[in-house]
Structure formats: structure tokens, C-alpha cells
T-cell receptor, first 114, second 115 residues
Framework: DAKTTQPNSMESNEEEPVHLPCNHS???????IHWYRQLPSQGPEYVIH???SNVNNRMASLAIAEDRKSSTLILHRATLRDAAVYYC???????????????FGQGTILTVHP | GAGVSQSPSNKVTEKGKDVELRCDPI?????LYWYRQSLGQGLEFLIY????????KSGLPSDRFSAERTGGSVSTLTIQRTQQEDSAVYLC?????????????FGQGTRLTVV
């Protein structure tokens, strides 16, 4: 299975943009990039996903490198409620033994300072 | 309800007892996952059900752990002869399909404490 690498922790100030990096140098052409976050004492929640093009939704933006070996989750204006563990995972699009499997790494702990 | 429901929310059991944890996925979701999360740790994959396919059991830590999914809906994770190291939050997730572009919805988890 392709692996992802994220920094253990990052800090930000409230109302500033946050760029959360993820390396996935062994990504396959059939892997989608997904981001989830886990707020304290809650189950993870979906944030955003993409394949090749940059993506925007109401929660965040996802910037995908041209070679797809890395991606960055962008929170445009961090709030205290964005303090969470952010997970970058790869989901195989089709075929193979890993099809549909969701494997999480350790994620990045984001601390937001008031 | 509209979300993934897990029960019980908390379970305290004595070492050596068997426990059953239940997951009600979102109606119509064909993919169902179980994870374990120990205190301060990431999500450890346990098992994955996709439709009528044989489940991916590659993450089950020992033969004391088993899971089934009846009728393609409700799933039960069973831990036999519980040990203290089994203490963790057990999370269930479901997806509409196993395809890569569908999002996963997680339950709130069952906190298991083995004393």
C-alpha cells in the first residue's frame, strides 16, 4: 500500500492560513488523496479529496503537486475549532487487494493559538 | 438516524470476559470499516467489509478478535477473553461504496475499558 508522511505537529494563530503538507511519493495512478480530521473526543470527519486537480470546498482547499507525490491541505483562516488531528490518506480507485481500504497514519496535530 | 451509530458508547469489562461491539452504518452503505484507537495514538485498521466480498481481516491483531456483518448492514465486533491491552476506542465507519471518491462517515466510537 502506498504510504503517506505528515509532520507530527503544526501550530497556527487564529485567523491565519494554515498549510498542512503530506508526502506520498509512492502514490499510484489509481489512488485518490483524501483528508480527514479528528476533533478531540470525536470520530474522524471527512474534509476533502482529490485526484489530480486542486479542489475547493466550504471547509478547505486541496493543492496537489503536478507529479502527485505530495499535497497540501489549506485552511484559509484557522479558527480555534480547527484544532484537530489531520490525516492524509490514499484510497485506491479500482482493483487490487487494497481496493477501497482506508489506512490511516499518525496524522498532524494542529494547534491553533488565539 | 442519519449517521453511523455505535453501541454501547462506553463498556467496562473484566479481564477474560467476552465483549460485543455494535455498528449500525448509514443505510445503503456497502463498505464498513472497524478501527481501534488507543489513547493518544492514530487509527489502527482492523477489518473492512465491502458488499458481498470476503472481508479484509488483515488488521485483526489476534484470533480473539472477530467481526461479522449480517445482511450487509449491521456489524458486530467481538473480542473474546479480553485483555487489558484491548482497552481503546473502537471506531466504525461506512461508505456508500468502496470506490475511491466516496467519503467515509465515522461513528462516535465505543470506549472499551478492560479492568
Amino acid at each position: 500500500d502506498a504510504k503517506t508522511t505528515q509532520p507530527n505537529s503544526m501550530e497556527s494563530n487564529e485567523e491565519e492560513p494554515v498549510h498542512l503538507p503530506c508526502n506520498h511519493s509512492t502514490i499510484s495512478g489509481t489512488d485518490y488523496i483524501h483528508w480527514y480530521r479528528q476533533l478531540p473526543s470525536q470520530g474522524p470527519e471527512y474534509v476533502i479529496h482529490g485526484l489530480t486537480s486542486n479542489v475547493n470546498n466550504r471547509m478547505a482547499s486541496l493543492a496537489i503537486a503536478e507529479d502527485r507525490k505530495s499535497s497540501t491541505l489549506i485552511l484559509h483562516r484557522a479558527t480555534l475549532r480547527d484544532a484537530a488531528v489531520y490525516y492524509c490518506i490514499l484510497i485506491r480507485r479500482a482493483g487490487g487487494t487494497s481496493y477501497g481500504k482506508l489506512t490511516f497514519g499518525q496524522g498532524t496535530i494542529l494547534t491553533v493559538h488565539p | 438516524g442519519a449517521g453511523v451509530s455505535q453501541s454501547p458508547s462506553n463498556k467496562v469489562t473484566e479481564k477474560g470476559k467476552d465483549v460485543e461491539l455494535r455498528c449500525d452504518p448509514i443505510s445503503g452503505h456497502t463498505a464498513l470499516y472497524w478501527y481501534r484507537q488507543s489513547l493518544g495514538q492514530g487509527l489502527e485498521f482492523l477489518i473492512y467489509f465491502q458488499g458481498n466480498s470476503a472481508p479484509d481481516k488483515s488488521g485483526l491483531p489476534s484470533d480473539r478478535f472477530s467481526a461479522e456483518r449480517t445482511g450487509g448492514s449491521v456489524s458486530t465486533l467481538t473480542i473474546q477473553r479480553t485483555q487489558q491491552e484491548d482497552s481503546a476506542v473502537y471506531l466504525c465507519a461506512s461508505r456508500l461504496t468502496g470506490t475511491a471518491y466516496t467519503e467515509a462517515f465515522f461513528g462516535q466510537g465505543t470506549r472499551l475499558t478492560v479492568v
